[in-house]
């Protein structure tokens, strides 16, 4: 069945009919993908004029891609019985869509400048064995090195028979394969942070956004598709700004409400969902972006973010400009090959070890971290750029910015996952595989994972994040939530946050509701292991949830898992610091523009100035998340909880003073009658 044929978690060449190959170029049917020249990251230079055209004729040749590939993947059949099925049915025809495609950009381009010279060889597309990775180079970044030991160890993957397919490995049929899992133990240390020095700026700043608990999903690409819906082709998570889709104009973004605590921080922090591989169909199964495009599975909530603004080895930084835009990775590298892939895969107490084109299989008690670090030296000059790259670069090893680039504050991402070790000798039937959402034709291999920024801090805020770095010092709503330590530090304690602030309780007499039933804050003193591992197992709200969260045995908190011993590197995994309770309508088909627009719906903290100046968009240290939700005790609320439990704690004193009084004033009038 043409189902079967594709990349499954038991599919590695060892025979069988899925092992079919086309007749005179030896690709396998088996893991077959298209792979096209990437016309988006030639295209170092477009007018500003055009820009808008040229975005969305790149967005179609995505399309056309995405749609190649799934008549590829329900043609096996006929590969096998035509080796000439594959070019004249697919690869042919999709050469000339994608060559008017092209043309068209072209003449966009000169119509207000130099017309593109040599676009059209950029037509033609070949049909790849998906089990073939491109070969290894280099990467961007300045501070990962190799990964000795990411082809090593990798326990089970003698593929045992039997296809793997149906509700298990390669849910969609586009993988992921056995061969994109390595565990971690047989990785070496290999991370190297460049050491500080002379003027280094050596202070970080922390925000805290979330896990998206808010379930807001779409498979839109605000920056590298602007006005398209569906053009990521994949399902993204988003924390902070909550008006985020192909349709949301800068002033739109500015007017957001944002799931950060600290409320001068509307910027937008998105990326790839994860999935397990389990059978699980979404509400975005039957939709674009979703299970259509091979995007399949249970989407999983972290169990926790860290958003960290670190400094330069070397300099002080600038401010970041207003609206700045940053994609780190390539959604696209394993056709494209390594140069701009910058993923990065480990598990909780191994992070000295990090994975770039495999998946981690972690041990008992550790849990899963994807992290991303962003380009940190920007050109001075462009929020943006026609490739979204060349703004923005990354240091050298050193912590040099190249030549006319100026060190901006580097946004590192830590996500970390509550996953299990998949079970690879059955292909996930016993423990799902999982796997970030890709386009459908890069096979959902790990080195295309990949994250996006856009900046819309307050003007005050980012200027005391500047100043936090360069003065060495530790600042941010999210600090002590358990980021990763800055180079050569102790992994930061994530004692409590700090408190919300201890007024006296304002609240009227009338509200003895609740029996001080609390426990005492004892659950703060945990950092490393949070007891409930909070929104684990997509508890918030999936695409189309309407935030339902009671969902089944996805509501069930997962296992306790025992700690793993402290390895050299490890960063705490405590969760972050409280959530705000923000609701977003999540859009499954990525279509609502006119739902998310507008974003601000309560009056405070919106503003209207807009973003040609730099002026704060929302106030820095506006109203702290209404306390409403702890009404029993959670852990991960480490900041949210400290004016109800005080409350809390006072109620029955001034409830047995009322009485006391009371009793008085009864005892008097009796006296008196």
């Known amino acids: ?101 092209l043309e068209r950009i072209a003449i966009a381009i000169d119509r207000v400048g130099d017309r593109p010279a ?102 839109d690409n605000i920056i590298a598709a602007p006005g398209v819906t569906n053009g990521a082709h994949h399902f993204h998570d988003y924390v902070g700004n909550q ?109 000295d070890r990090q994975l770039k084109d495999k998946y981690p299989l972690c041990p008992q008690g550790s849990d899963v971290v994807r992290t991303f670090k962003f380009q940190s030296c920007w050109d001075g000059r462009n929020i943006d750029s026609a490739n979204h790259r060349t703004h923005v670069a990354f240091a050298d090893a050193a912590g040099n910015c190249p030549s006319g680039f100026r060190p901006i504050p580097q946004l590192v991402q830590r996500i970390v ?38 900046n819309i801090f307050d003007e005050d805020l980012m200027g005391e994040m500047v100043d936090c770095i360069n003065d060495g010092r530790k600042c941010g709503a999210g600090a002590g939530g358990g980021q990763d330590p800055a180079p050569g530090e102790e992994p930061q304690e994530p004692t409590k946050s700090p408190e919300a602030p201890q007024e006296e309780p304002t609240k009227t007499p009338e509200a003895p509701q609740e029996e001080p039933t609390k426990t005492p804050e004892a659950p703060q003193e945990q950092p490393t292991k949070t007891p409930d591992a909070p929104q684990n197992g997509n508890g918030g709200g999936k695409p189309g949830d309407q935030g339902d969260d009671g969902k089944g045995d996805a509501a069930k908190p997962p296992a ?42 309560n009056g405070d903290g919106d503003d209207a100035d807009g973003l040609g100046r730099s002026q704060a968009v929302g106030q820095a240290t506006s109203a702290a998340p209404t306390p409403s939700a702890p009404s029993r005790t959670e852990p991960q609320a480490v900041g949210e909880g400290g004016l109800a439990d005080t409350g809390a704690q006072l109620w029955p004193a001034a409830a047995g003073a009322v009485l006391v009084i009371a009793g008085f004033v009864v005892l008097r009038r009796v006296r008196r009658g």
């Not at 190297?192 to 807001?216: H, I, K, M, Y």
Request: charged share 20%; glycine share 14%.
């Open 417 to 454: 996952y509550d996953i299990d070790a998949p079970s690879l000798n059955d292909g996930g039937r016993t423990t799902p595989l999982f796997a970030v959402d890709s386009f459908p034709e890069q096979l959902h291999k790990p080195g295309t994972d990949h994250g996006d920024f856009i």
């Open 243 to 351: 008006a985020n889709n192909a349709f949301a104009s800068d002033e739109d973004l500015a007017n957001a409400e944002t799931s950060c605590d600290d409320q001068g921080d509307k910027s937008s922090y998105y990326w790839p969902v994860v999935r397990l591989q389990n059978g699980t169909q979404e509400q975005d199964a039957n939709k674009p972006g979703g299970g259509i495009e091979g995007n399949a599975g249970e989407i999983v909530t972290p169990k926790q973010v860290t958003l960290t603004f670190v400094g330069n080895p070397r300099e002080k930084v600038t401010a970041m400009p207003r609206l700045l835009r940053i994609i780190t990775g390539d959604a696209k590298s394993f056709v494209n090959g390594p140069a701009n892939a910058n993923a990065s895969w480990s598990c909780t107490g191994f992070e």
């Open 118 to 219: 040599g676009l059209e060889a950029l037509a033609a597309c070949t049909v790849q064995d998906g089990n073939q990775a491109p070969a290894q180079g280099a990467g961007q970044e300045g501070d990962a090195g190799e990964q000795p030991g990411q082809e090593q160890g990798q326990d089970g993957q003698e593929q045992g028979n039997g296809q793997g397919q149906g509700a298990n490995g390669g849910q969609a049929g586009n993988g992921p394969v056995a061969a994109d899992f390595a565990d971690i133990k047989s990785v070496q240390p290999n991370v190297n942070n460049p050491r500080p020095q002379g003027d280094a700026s050596r202070g970080s700043f922390a925000t805290s956004c979330g896990v998206n608990e808010n379930g807001l999903f779409n498979s």
């Open 1 to 101: 069945m043409a189902a079967n044929v594709y990349a499954s978690a038991t599919d590695g060449g060892s025979g069988g009919d899925s092992a079919a190959t086309r007749s005179g170029t030896g690709v396998r049917t088996a893991g077959a993908t298209i792979d096209c020249p990437d016309v988006g990251s030639k295209l170092t230079s477009v007018p500003e004029q055009a820009r808008g055209e040229v975005d969305k004729e790149l967005a179609l040749l995505d399309e056309q891609i995405a749609k190649a590939y799934q008549q590829l993947s329900a043609s096996a059949q006929q590969m096998q019985q035509d080796p000439g099925f594959a070019d004249n049915a697919i690869v042919n025809p999709l050469k000339e869509k994608r060559g008017a495609t």
């Open 560 to 601: 306790q898992k025992p700690e793993p011993e402290p390895e050299p590197g490890d960063a705490s995994t405590a969760p972050g610091g409280a959530q705000p309770e923000v609701k977003a309508t999540a859009s499954a088909d990525g279509g609502n523009a006119g739902e998310q627009g507008g974003g601000s719906k």
